[in-house]
């Protein structure tokens, strides 16, 4: 096998490793940030919603930035998370921390990692310039807490993007049939607003995610991850984000919501 041949090899079992969620030695830990660094991540939900939400968020090289339920800390091959002044990234989960501390290993001591509950940050108060949360706040039974939590870390003026799932009737999830450790199937436009104002913040802006050929893609998507089967995802990404991409939300079908607010001055 040619040289080539050898590191896209081991690009692809990185990747699937990845996905699947196992830990990866760091050979594959390094291989697996410069594949991100131009691919992305293989998920259309990503590729539809990081970008924006980062656009959004506006981060600025001073900026102490909280990535608030970071999962595998995704964010960090991004060039411009990694110039802001600190990032600090934080789960619920343990062993996404331990991906988030791999992955991000190269910001150094600018970085912090922990497992941390969104509903009580082991934070003071007003020290986050900027705060991220996508597709989390649907995880926390107790939803309000943390955004109180948010508006509390958050310095005044300080922003948050917020994403979640979009739904006309928000359903709590008994145990026996939540998704992905779903607590609730998603909010409503206006009930997601009442609360966001209700934890003190000043909206700035509202707006739907996708449309209907990325809805189909997305539901491909999970599909294949609810079956136990997203070591696919790699390889069959190129072809859903083929079609998802030229996409644009429309009043009838649309999936998923982004929200900025701003902590008031």
Known sequence: MTVYGQSLSQLQLSSMRWVAGRPLPAWG??????????????????????????????IQPADCL??????????????????????????????????????????????????????ALAFSSAI??????????EHIP????????????????????LSTAETNHAVSLSVEVRHRDHVRTGYTRAALEAKVIAAGFQLERS???????????????NAFVGRGLAFVLPFLFPFLWLIARHDEATEHVHQGQLLVAVRPE
């Open 29 to 58: 830990y390094r291989i697996l940030r410069r594949y991100l660094a131009v691919f992305g991540y293989p998920s259309v939900a990503a590729h539809l919603l990081h970008p924006l939400a980062l656009k959004l968020l506006d």
């Open 66 to 119: 909280l990535d608030a339920g970071c999962g595998k800390a995704l964010l960090t091959t991004d060039s411009r998370v990694a110039s802001c002044r600190r990032y600090f990234a934080v789960d619920a989960v343990p062993g996404r921390v331990s991906h988030a501390r791999h992955l991000g290993s190269e910001l150094a001591v600018r970085a912090g990692f922990a497992a941390m509950d969104i509903a």
């Open 128 to 137: 986050f310039d900027k705060a991220i949360c996508l597709e989390v706040i």
């Open 142 to 161: 107790n939803d309000q807490r943390g955004l109180d939590e948010l508006f509390r870390v958050l310095r005044p003026g300080g922003r948050l993007v």
């Open 207 to 221: 707006m739907d995610l996708c449309g209907p050929r990325a809805t189909w893609a997305l539901s491909v998507e």
